[in-house]
């Protein structure tokens, strides 16, 4: 992968959509690992669209838990582990 998008904050969403269209269109493999408030991004139209194109997106379990308590989570759930994970398969690293 690319890039990994580490998203901590919804305030990040609209952002994240537009870097996440411009790898797409650029052919560049990314994804994102959301944590903490950042899994609201999820309910964001636009990042929402923009990360059917990413390799890989997941959210931390917890954190989905605790934040969005009875709605489906529409990507992988994991752990911080996975998160680990994906910081090492990342060629680099994005904190929004």
């Known amino acids: 992968m690319d890039v990994l998008f580490h998203i901590t904050s919804p305030d990040a969403a609209p952002i994240?959509?537009?870097?996440g269209r411009a790898f797409s269109?650029?052919?560049?493999?990314?994804g994102c690992f959301l944590?903490?408030?950042g899994v609201k991004a999820l309910?964001?139209?636009a990042f929402a669209a923009a990360s059917k194109n990413?390799?890989?997106?997941a959210?931390?379990?917890?954190?989905?838990d605790l934040h969005m308590a009875g709605?489906?989570?529409?990507?992988e759930r994991?752990?911080?582990?996975?998160?680990s994970a994906l910081m090492a398969e990342a060629g680099r690293v994005v904190s929004l």
């Open 59 to 64: 959210v931390c379990e917890h954190s989905w």
């Open 25 to 30: 269109d650029k052919g560049k493999a990314w």
């Open 43 to 45: 309910v964001d139209p």
């Open 16 to 19: 994240a959509a537009a870097l």
């Open 54 to 57: 990413a390799a890989r997106v």
């Open 35 to 37: 944590t903490n408030d």
């Open 78 to 83: 994991g752990s911080q582990t996975i998160n």
């Open 71 to 75: 709605l489906d989570c529409p990507v």
